[in-house]
């Protein structure tokens, strides 16, 4: 079983809105998931713990070894920072609930699987199906085959590439709003993360389901490549127009596309894949644009200073704040 | 008995991006404590579970860090899964620890990858009676499987790799992991008696 849902059943306490709200779009699902969380308390592998003093002595041992070569002070680690986790981590049970969930998956005619990204992170994963999703960082993706359909659900960014399955089995994207993607086989990226759902094809066809508690806001509408849909989540309305589709899609690629980029722009991104937030004294400075490329490095201080390059700025880090000021 | 099927068909990474082991390979320090402090329990409770040594298994993994910090530079800037790259080299290390000392030939070690059991709170108090004929009735179960499926088990499920991973580090075929486990799962569905199961499943 994931992690994910792992660390869900061994910390109740810890609010996962993932696991929680899917439970709740699938009120059937619950006692497998209770089922499994039961075994999942109960049985576990012997334990054997470190105590934080003997890691820390193991810690300071590997560095006194590496003396001869590194003669700088060792970089000292908190002792309880991660302490209340791996407490908890003690477990089979996961390979009996896990074994029992997937027993009772398999026998609807089910796979379900998961996966998740961190912050500073992408994954680029392949569904059974072939098809390939990846990751943008700080998401979470779930995938179920039932009967007739693929489908996952998506909270975060992601860029598909659906494979078109012999049967023409069709693959949904569901969001945690009321938003619906259908496809059949294509290129497009979804994007959850902030106050608007962004939905960019970059090739093929998709089919966009708006299911609104209000009527008059439901609809169904195509998308063809190069178009992009914006949908607000607050207010459930929706708009349409063309753009250029690499702007939205080029992350996947490992390469950040700049097309009348904006310092705004740039916060946007520094706080979606690495979490830092950036502030700048002088708002007037939001409207400077660039256009043009550059790799994306998944370590925030090197992708800050690049930033700062391009934008002529000089950006300096504050815990997670970043200070932007001119040269 | 569909459990290996059902995770055969998993999510496989194809690619992935992290800061983290980018920073340590560049000489970050503070790269290399996150990574042992993400790392440093699993890994002990794996390499206790495999011989049952304190000391040596510290030992083992002294060696593991220091050699990781001073190899770094000759190491893949693509290692996906941190976690599956150590524990299959502390499982080396063990190995070859073991194999230098003729105490640990031939012994196989039933304490290896063992389960322990213990039942919800709630449960406890509803059903007091048969609660030891239970206990020793799942601990049997559970301690008829064989060294080599406990192992398999607690790498797939309690370490959370993939089978492939699984299969690497104890130098199986894929398809002899999915069966190990596949079998073990079933023995234990078979030895379980049906009220035991409830009770683990009901409420």
């Known amino acids: 079983m994931d992690e994910d849902f792992q660390d869900w059943v061994l910390h109740p306490g810890q609010q996962n809105l993932f696991w929680e709200t899917w439970l709740q779009q699938h009120p059937e699902k619950e006692s497998i998931v209770n089922d499994a969380r039961q075994l999942v308390q109960g049985i576990r592998f012997r334990a054997f713990s470190l105590t934080a003093a003997d890691k820390e002595q193991l810690w300071e041992a590997v560095w006194n070894g590496l003396e001869e070569t590194a003669p700088t002070a060792p970089v000292t680690i908190s002792r309880w920072k991660h302490a209340w986790k791996y407490a908890a981590v003690l477990l089979l049970g996961i390979a009996l609930g896990a074994a029992w969930w997937g027993i009772q998956a398999a026998r609807r005619g089910q796979t379900i699987l998961s996966t998740y990204t961190r912050l500073g992170e992408t994954k680029a994963v392949q569904l059974p199906d072939g098809s390939i999703v990846t990751l943008n960082a700080d998401s979470r993706l779930l995938y179920a085959v039932s009967g007739n359909a693929r489908e996952v659900w998506l909270d975060g960014e992601a860029f598909f590439q659906v494979k078109h399955t012999a049967n023409a089995q069709q693959f949904v994207v569901h969001t945690y709003d009321n938003l619906n993607v259908e496809v059949l086989g294509t290129q497009f990226n979804v994007n959850s993360k902030g106050k608007n759902i962004v939905v960019v094809l970059q090739q093929g066809s998709i089919l966009l389901n708006i299911t609104a508690p209000r009527q008059e806001k439901a609809a169904a509408l195509y998308l063809r490549p190069g178009e992009m849909l914006t949908y607000n989540r607050t207010d459930g309305d929706y708009s349409k127009r063309s753009v250029a589709a690499d702007t939205y899609t080029s992350w996947h690629t490992g390469r950040l596309t700049m097309d009348d980029y904006t310092l705004h722009d740039a916060a946007a991104f520094m706080q979606q894949v690495f979490g830092k937030k950036l502030i700048v004294s002088d708002t007037t400075l939001y409207n400077d644009k660039v256009s043009g490329s550059m790799p994306i490095i998944y370590n925030p201080d090197t992708m800050m200073t690049q930033l700062g390059k391009v934008f002529r700025m000089q950006f300096n880090q504050r815990g997670d704040e970043v200070w932007i000021h001119k040269k | ?203």
């Open chain 2, 1 to 203: 008995m569909n459990t290996g099927k059902a995770h055969k068909s998993g999510l496989r990474v194809v690619a992935s991006h992290s800061s983290l082991w980018g920073r340590f390979l560049q000489g970050d320090r503070h790269a290399f404590a996150e990574i042992y402090e993400a790392h440093i329990d699993d890994l002990f409770h794996y390499g206790m579970h495999f011989c049952q040594e304190k000391e040596r298994v510290k030992d083992c993994l002294q060696d593991l860090f220091q050699d990781l910090w001073s190899s770094r530079a000759h190491l893949s800037p693509n290692v996906l899964h941190i976690r599956y790259y150590l524990l299959s080299s502390l499982r080396r290390r063990l190995l070859r620890a073991l194999r230098k000392d003729r105490r640990y030939q031939h012994r196989e070690s039933w304490e290896a990858f063992e389960f322990e059991y213990t039942l919800p709170q709630e449960n406890q108090l509803i059903i007091n009676e048969t609660i030891a004929e239970q206990k020793r009735l799942l601990h049997k179960a559970l301690s008829s499987l064989t060294r080599r499926q406990r192992e398999a088990i607690y790498l797939r499920f309690f370490q959370n790799l993939r089978y492939d991973e699984v299969a690497e580090i104890m130098s199986m075929q894929v398809d002899s992991v999915y069966n190990t486990i596949s079998k073990a799962i079933g023995l234990l569905k078979k030895q379980l008696p049906l009220p035991l199961l409830l009770l683990l499943l009901g409420k």
